[in-house]
């Protein structure tokens, strides 16, 4: 399973990193999420989903 945060559509809000710390995480470049993983662990899937399900604008999607 990937995420990927749309750096377009992604208004930094900071909520996807407070829901799941271990994949998402601000980028100190731009202000904006990003994910720190290449794959989410098996056990960090269920806060993948709700952090992207959680997200205002809908920039993240975990598939």
Known sequence: MKAHVDKDTCIGCGLC???CPDVFAMDDDDGKAK???NEVPDELQDDAEEAAASCPVEAITVE
Request: proline fraction near 17%.
């Open 35 to 37: 994910s720190i993983v």
């Open 17 to 19: 990193p407070s829901i």
